[in-house]
Structures are given as structure tokens and as C-alpha cells.
């Protein structure tokens, strides 16, 4: 028997213990061509469809794990059709079918599908039905075998082709499907019928993707400008080396599209824009495509005086405005900011609709200026060195507070950093690597929010609730910040809003949601969970 044939029959083990208990998460499917299916409504009726009746279709038509399906739609639109409106990159529907020069899943749907362009454009069940098709093809391409196509970790290399990307960007790609379908997620697109994933662990077999992004400096070295970020440069067809005019502003904008695809269009040569910054939306990860001293394509008047940052996600879609976005875009203003000298007011920080000569709309209505300011104009260090309002990844090469807090708290672990400078050189990423092997976490030497969760939540198992002071109610609360990625605020008391961030973190984690803080709970923590 193969690794893989054996890691499918495990996977088929697990996946019918959990289909015994919600049906409706089934991860096999049948074989297509094995029962007719019904034919997706006719265009106009998608708002009035099923959507999670339109994946369990299209996955039993061809033969592509359901979940799978969701989890890529989610990472590009959060099932979101955007009444057919494009993406940047001419992208439509839940799925996001692209038929741009460089990328044809529209049109490879049409041909697979046999439904009209027109169709798989607005029809959100086409769409899906579409996309599904493209993945199964491009499974058979390789060769995957029945069993193999009910196990989701083969389909990686097929995830990755769906993107349309480079080489690493489509590793940043499926990497991100990958998450969400291993920490699952709960849908409610359009306010109405729930759509569920179940977590579960996977193991996605990347062939010639494997390693590209487990360093976390193989895609993307440190960016020059911005320690946080990450450096993954633009097409130079896409900016202007240089500037014009003295940057005097930052400009805010929405990718209306996924990361990972921002970045790739950004690369593309005939794309034609460029942003210096793109931001994810689950967990704030930054990566810089231009360097501040060049003038990236995307405000068009106001490019040789501005520095642009783009967010992933919709201007019509709130869901993509997470806690954990705005605070790390709010650190990389505040630092732009500081930088330049850029006053930290609407007049300087401003919306790419509110720019002259422009006929764009984002950030749009649901971008929250008024706490995007707040965080602007304010600080994150509370003076004790090690308690923030947000934790971001921080890497060889960075710099800072963040940076400084670390190395504390490694000290304080026995783990020796070298100096407590703010400077993550070699010494501190030898003993973040050795921390992140005691604790059994991925040994990368980059702190991101698992490693944060263990430094910070490290040291004694002291019960903790409702009523209870002190210093470990503190390392709670900055341990909870990391691991939730929204601020809990650290005044060492346990109040309501400890107890109802203890509650999130322990039901996300399938440990006993009552709001205590005992062994069970410190234990996640300290293992980065």
C-alpha cells in the first residue's frame, strides 16, 4: 500500500465518523457520472438558489471533496458572487472564474461546462459547477486516482494551478485554502443559510510546491522598508522607479480580490498597477511589492506624492474588515507616517474614492475610519514592554518593540536571544527556533501567532476567573490577544470581557467553554493553540 493510498483510508476513516454525525459535511462524493444531477437555476434565480445545495452538487457531479470547494471559494470571495462585478484581475462569481490574458478559468468552465460565458459569470451555481469541473480536470491531469480524489490533500498541486499564479504565490495560495479548511469555518452568505466546515487536520501532498513557504522567507525576504512585511517586488512594467513630488499622504484601498491574488496580479506584467503594501484579512500578514522610494500605479493623480496600501477583501463585503487587518495596516500607517513626517489625520490618510481624477469606490462604506484613525493616532505599547494591543509576526531582519518583547520573554524562558535590543538577528531566531521545539511547534524561527500565544502565555498554571486579579490574569489576557487576534485589553482583571474572551478562545479550540482559565485552558496556550 503507498503513503498515499494509506493517508486516504485514514482520511475516509475519519471523514465517515464525522459524516455519522453532521451529514451534511460529507467529504466523499460520488463518482461523477454515477447519478444524474439536477441543472443549476436559470440565470437571474442565484440569489434565490442554494449555495450549499450548489457545492454538494457540484462536488458529487465531479467528484471533488464539498469542503474543498468551500474553503477556496471562501479564501477568494467568502462565497460572495458580488452580483457578477469583477475582480481586478476580471475575476467573477463565488468561485472567482478569472479571464484575464494570463488567466482562463472562465473560459476552460465553458468549455468543460458547456454553459455560456454570461452565465458562469452571474449564476452563482454555475459558477460553482464551473470551477469544480476546472479543479477535476485539472486532477485528472494528474493522475489522482478515485480514492485519491476523496482524500483533500491531494488536490493541493490542483489548488495551486487554480490560482493562476507564479510558482510561489500559488503556494501562497493554496496554502491559505489549506488553512481555512483545516481550522474550518462557519458561512452565512448574504445573511441566510449557514454553510460549515468542520476543521480536521490535513495533509496536502505539495509535490513540487512542498518547502516553498515552510521557512517563511522563501517566498518573500525581508522587506527593506517595513521589518513586519515581507518583500515580494512587483512587475517593474507595473511602477515608476523613483518619485516626482515628496510623499505627503497614504492612500487606503480594498484589493477587490484575494491576497494571494493581489499579489499576483501585481506581478503580472500587463496589469498595469501596483500598490507598496497588500494586507491580509485573517491574520494581518503584510507583504511589500514596492519600495517607498518608488511610485507604485494606484491612485493615478496623486502616485508620485502617496503611498498605497491595499487590503484584501470587497468593498461591499464587511466580513474581510477583521480587528487583526486594522491594526496591522494602522501599524504600517502610524510607521509610514513617522517615516515621512505624514500628519495623522483624514487630510493625509485617505480613501483611494476620495482622491481626485480617480473612478474607484474603496475603501467603501463599511471601512471603519473613525477606529482605523484610533489605532492610527495611538500607540500599542502599554510600558511594560511585552503588552500590546496587537501581536504581528515578526522575523529575521525586524525590528522594534515587538522585537524587544520577544527577546524579554525568551530570557525569561531561559532561551538565550543575545542582546535585548529590538533586533531580530541570528542569536534571537536560534533561540526562537529552540523555544518553538520545546513547545513542539513548527521550528521556523519566526514568531507568528502560535509562538506568540506560547511566549506569552508561558510560566506557572495559576486558576484563573471572573473576580481574580493580578499577573497572571495579565499574561492571559496577552496570551488571548494573540491567539483570538483582537485586543484584550491587559489591566490584570478579570472581568466580563476576559471571561468572554476566555469563552471565544476555548469554544475555537474544543476545549469546555465555561469561561475558567484552569490546566486545560493554560495548556492549549502554552502550546500555541
Known amino acids: 500500500m503507498s503513503p498515499r493510498t494509506a493517508a486516504t483510508r485514514r482520511h475516509l476513516a475519519t471523514a465517515s465518523l464525522v459524516a455519522a454525525t453532521v451529514s451534511a459535511l460529507t467529504l ?3 463518482p461523477a457520472g454515477a447519478a444524474p444531477a439536477p441543472a443549476p437555476p436559470a440565470a437571474g434565480q442565484a440569489q434565490h438558489a442554494s449555495l450549499g445545495r450548489a457545492f454538494a452538487d457540484a462536488a458529487a457531479r465531479h467528484d471533488v471533496p464539498r469542503d474543498l470547494l468551500v474553503a477556496l471559494g471562501w479564501s477568494e470571495t467568502h462565497l460572495d458572487g458580488h452580483d457578477g462585478a469583477p475582480s481586478q484581475a476580471n475575476g467573477f462569481g463565488v468561485m ?31 459558477n460553482i459547477d464551473g470551477a469544480a469541473a476546472v479543479l477535476r480536470s485539472y ?30 504565490a500559488a503556494a501562497l495560495y493554496a496554502d491559505t485554502v489549506y488553512d481555512f479548511l483545516a481550522k474550518g469555518l462557519l458561512a452565512r452568505p448574504g445573511g441566510g443559510e449557514e454553510i460549515v466546515v468542520v476543521g480536521r487536520p490535513v495533509s496536502p501532498d505539495k509535490g513540487g510546491y512542498a518547502g516553498l513557504r515552510a521557512s517563511g522567507t522563501t517566498f518573500g525576504a525581508q522587506s527593506p522598508d517595513y521589518g513586519p512585511a515581507r518583500w515580494v517586488p512587483a512587475s517593474s512594467s507595473n511602477y515608476t522607479t523613483g518619485r516626482s513630488a515628496a510623499v505627503d499622504k497614504v492612500v487606503v484601498h480594498v484589493t477587490q480580490g484575494s491576497y494571494a491574488g493581489a499579489i499576483s496580479w501585481f506581478q503580472n506584467p500587463s496589469s498595469d498597477v501596483s500598490a507598496h503594501y497588500v494586507i491580509r484579512s485573517s491574520d494581518g500578514e503584510v507583504t511589500q511589492m514596492v519600495r517607498n522610494h518608488d511610485t507604485a500605479w494606484h491612485a493615478r493623480s496623486a502616485n508620485s506624492s502617496s503611498l498605497g496600501i491595499e487590503h484584501e477583501g470587497w468593498v461591499d463585503e464587511p466580513s474581510w474588515f477583521t480587528d487583526t487587518m486594522y491594526r496591522s495596516s494602522a501599524a504600517l500607517t502610524r510607521h509610514l507616517c513617522d517615516t515621512y513626517g505624514i500628519p495623522k489625520d483624514r487630510t493625509h490618510v485617505r480613501g483611494h474614492n476620495e482622491l481626485p481624477d480617480n473612478d474607484h469606490t474603496d475603501p467603501g462604506q463599511h471601512w471603519n475610519w473613525t477606529y482605523y484613525m484610533e489605532l492610527v493616532r495611538g500607540g500599542s505599547d502599554s510600558g511594560d514592554g511585552i503588552s500590546f494591543t496587537s501581536y504581528p509576526t515578526v522575523k529575521r531582519g525586524a525590528s522594534g518593540a515587538h522585537v524587544k518583547a520577544v527577546q524579554t520573554l525568551l530570557k525569561a524562558q531561559s532561551f538565550d536571544p543575545g542582546a535585548v535590543d529590538g533586533q531580530f538577528g541570528p542569536a534571537t531566531e536560534a533561540a526562537v527556533t529552540a523555544f518553538q521545539t520545546s513547545r513542539k511547534l513548527a521550528a521556523d524561527g519566526v514568531v507568528g501567532p502560535r509562538t506568540w500565544t506560547a511566549l506569552l502565555s508561558a510560566g506557572e498554571v495559576v486558576t484563573v476567573r471572573r473576580g481574580s486579579t493580578g499577573e497572571a490574569v495579565k499574561r492571559l489576557q496577552r496570551a488571548l490577544t494573540a491567539a483570538l487576534g483582537r485586543t484584550v485589553d491587559v489591566d490584570g482583571q478579570f472581568g466580563p470581557a476576559t471571561e468572554s474572551a476566555v469563552v471565544s478562545y476555548q469554544s475555537s479550540r474544543d476545549l469546555a467553554a465555561d469561561g475558567i482559565a484552569g490546566p486545560a485552558t493554560w495548556g492549549a496556550l502554552q502550546a500555541g493553540r
Do not use: F, I, Q
Request: aromatic share 4%.
Open 96 to 126: 472567482h472564474l478569472v479571464d484575464n490574458p494570463e488567466h482562463r478559468t472562465l473560459r476552460e468552465a465553458a468549455g468543460l461546462t458547456g454553459r455560456p460565458l454570461a452565465r458562469l459569470r452571474t449564476d452563482s451555481a454555475a
Open 139 to 168: 486532477a485528472d491531469d494528474l493522475r489522482l486516482t478515485t480514492a485519491e480524489r476523496r482524500d483533500p490533500g491531494a488536490w493541493y498541486r490542483a489548488v495551486a494551478r487554480y490560482s493562476g499564479a507564479g510558482k510561489h
Open 28 to 30: 466523499t462524493s460520488m
